[in-house]
């Protein structure tokens, strides 16, 4: 199984990034997928899920500014970033889960992860 995100990269507080994910080796349609970030010095933490279905969850701190949604067709997943702000700065990872476990937040519930990908917001 791989996940390869992209689209990462350096943007000004205000400006907006689509990173993607695509999926290899196993069946998307049967995993809900989330997005996760680490920031230096912290832990990772969660940003958004969605099911395979298209259900969506999100932290409190990118509700109204990030938007997660998906391709089946593709294998891809997408997080649409607007409203960048500078404590958005991190390493944002993918990941998937098996929809047998349920969907949401829970990073110990994921079974496979992308490698991360910078995403720098300058102020």
């Known amino acids: 199984v791989q996940l390869q995100a992209s689209g990462g990269g350096l943007v000004q507080a205000g400006g907006s990034l689509r990173l993607s994910c695509t999926a290899s080796g196993l069946t998307f349609g049967s995993h809900s997928m989330g997005w996760f970030r680490q920031a230096p010095g912290k832990e990772r933490e969660f940003v958004a899920a969605?099911?395979?279905?298209?259900?969506?969850n999100y932290a409190d701190s990118v509700k109204g500014r990030f938007t997660i949604s998906r391709d089946n067709a593709k294998n891809t997943v997408y997080l649409q970033m607007n409203s960048l702000k500078p404590e958005d700065t991190a390493v944002y990872y993918c990941?998937?889960?098996?929809?047998?476990?349920?969907?949401?937040?829970?990073?110990?519930?994921?079974?496979?992860w992308g490698q991360g990908t910078q995403v720098t917001v300058s102020s």
């Open positions: 990941a998937a889960r098996n929809i047998v476990k349920g969907w949401g937040p829970e990073q110990r519930r994921y079974d496979y």
């Open positions: 969605i099911t395979s279905g298209g259900s969506t």
